[in-house]
């Protein structure tokens, strides 16, 4: 589960920016003999504040997607992924209603030492709108896992013109 809020202090306001219900990634490198698809599903619901048709916007999204993912360096874990993707949602942003969108989502996965990763991506889908043909969505994050089961992220990300900064802790079970 991935949560993120937007906190206004002019107008003391806290806004529920993102609500990611499920997001399960699998990147699987190649091997000899051993080709499984890396893959990536994922079910969120986002709000954006200031959108073209009123004060606040709201996106549901389904998102998955299948692909390859290579080694680059066989002596450190450095994995370069590619997934073609589709997202299916509905929107109330430009009357966009229900949609599907067809996209490609890359990224670099470096292991820094035991507990330490780095995770840089970039993705883009194209949505049939008129104002907003493509989706272009940017991120960068760097994680310390520590316990089997916890990790905690440092994360940037850029969307819609827009940067965003973000701290999160996780849990997986």
Known sequence: MDTSIEIDWR?????LNRLGLIAVASLSPIRPLITPLSWRLS???ESERNCDVTDRCTNKHLEGGAGYAFYLMRNRPYIF???L?????????????????????????????DQ???LTQGEYFYRFARNNLGVWHFSSELSYGFATDYELR?????W?????YGLGFYHYF
């Open 85 to 113: 993707m589709a997202d299916l949602g509905s929107s109330t942003e430009n009357d966009l209603g229900f949609y599907a969108a067809p996209g490609v989502q890359s990224g670099l996965l470096i292991e820094l030492a």
């Open 81 to 83: 992924y590619t997934l």
């Open 116 to 118: 330490w990763k780095w």
């Open 43 to 45: 079910a969120l619901i």
């Open 160 to 164: 819609k013109r827009d940067w965003q």
């Open 154 to 158: 440092l994360r940037s990300s850029y």
């Open 11 to 15: 107008q003391r306001d806290i806004f």
